[in-house]
């Protein structure tokens, strides 16, 4: 399941989004530093309207969403990296995500304390980034020392360190691991370190309800600097989440079609966590269930088919495909067939967004 880590400094609106997010969390949302001390997990389903649309041309028993799991860690602050504010604590929780969702905050309100004394995006998150950096180039330094012993004889740890050191050189300018030149060789030779700075960042600009349609100053700033680093930028109001919790998907709709946006916050962040890493979905449908599957992109048949179970990818034979629209305008599955639009795809068929499939194979 996919993974995505909600950070921040104290008091930027981290856990008053996750709660949103994720209705049922428990996270507390309160006006001073750490009242998140243990990481709180929620599973939210991924919304995705073509599931009731195949389930009702299936007459599906079921519909199976797939999920993203957010983890909002506790509000990290200056220091984090030399194990203040549990700066250890947290940054080890960081690590096992798959995406970082930073939240930075790009609002007035007196009645909120931040933590720092006044709004600044870009010095938040220059904080955020640095502590990061540091944790990542004290890792990749303690493991250069290392490995320069065993590089005299060995080639594997020879490629390791050549990419450490492209690591510690872009780290010590004060950048991202992710912004390294690394082949793939050297990516996957240090991939074992799960640095913190190489992970998939999303800004989350937290803006009040009347800017959410446009966004403020201080996001385009975050534009700005996202821009540089190949990070994406998603607009969102925690405030306005807390209060679509509490209303009807009619009344949602409505509600954000007044402030002039036609998503919440739970679907622009998803669509962004995708985008950033590459991800697709397809589909499957039939009178038991319809499921959304998500795979990598450029993933295979056999190895979409793995997805749903190991022993589908080794007995792999075929898969039967159709493009949901092809599907939904077809009516059925048989008049698809009867059109010719179900094909027989084999194993070298990259599968592709919004592909319905099903799949034969020897058990």
């Known amino acids: 399941m996919l993974r995505a880590g909600i950070v ?16 049922n ?12 001390i243990e990481p709180n997990v ?34 990290l602050v200056k220091g984090a990296s030399q194990g203040e504010g549990l700066g250890n604590q947290f940054l080890a929780n960081i690590r096992e995500v798959d995406a970082i969702v930073q939240v930075v905050r790009c609002f007035e309100n007196d009645d909120i304390i931040h933590v720092s004394g006044s709004v600044d995006p870009l010095r938040d998150i220059e904080v955020i980034n ?41 780290l010590n300018e004060g950048k991202a691991a992710r912004q390294a030149e690394l082949t793939e060789e050297e990516t996957e030779a240090v991939k074992f370190l799960g640095l913190l700075t190489a992970k998939p960042i999303i800004y989350a600009a937290n803006v009040s309800e009347e800017d959410l349609a446009e966004g403020n100053d201080w996001v385009e700033q975050v534009r700005q600097l996202a821009a540089t680093e190949n990070a994406q930028v998603v607009i969102i109001s925690a405030q306005v989440e ?7 998907e009619e ?8 402030l002039g946006v036609e998503e919440g916050g739970l679907r622009s962040l998803i669509r962004a ?26 993933m295979k048949a056999p190895q979409a088919a793995g997805a749903i179970h190991t022993d589908f990818e080794r007995g792999f034979i075929r898969a039967e495909t159709v493009a949901y629209r092809d599907l939904v305008e077809s009516g059925s599955m048989a ?9 027989s795809e084999g194993k070298e068929y990259v599968v592709q967004e919004g592909d319905v499939m099903l799949f034969r194979f020897n058990v």
Do not use: H
């Open 42 to 75: 929620g599973v939210v389903a991924v919304p995705d309207e073509r599931l009731q649309v195949l389930a009702k041309i299936s007459t599906s028993a079921q519909i199976v969403p797939t999920r993203i799991e957010f983890v909002d860690i506790a509000g």
């Open 335 to 343: 008049a698809a067939k009867d059109k010719g639009l179900v094909r």
């Open 242 to 248: 807390s209060e679509l919790v509490e209303l009807s």
């Open 130 to 170: 640095l502590e990061l950096g540091l944790a990542d180039l004290d890792q990749v330094e303690r493991r250069m020392d290392r490995t320069r012993k065993q590089a005299r004889n060995n080639k594997d740890a020879q490629l390791e360190l050549g990419a450490l050191e492209k690591l510690a050189a872009v």
């Open 273 to 298: 966590t995708y985008e950033l890493l590459g991800l697709r979905t397809f589909l499957t449908t039939g009178p038991q269930e319809t499921r959304a599957w998500t795979i990598r992109a450029g």
């Open 251 to 258: 009344e949602r709709v409505d509600f954000l079609e007044a």
């Open 8 to 23: 921040g400094l104290p008091n930027v609106g981290k856990s008053t989004l996750f709660n949103a997010l994720v209705a």
């Open 25 to 36: 969390a428990k996270a507390q949302a309160a006006n001073f530093p750490f009242c998140t």
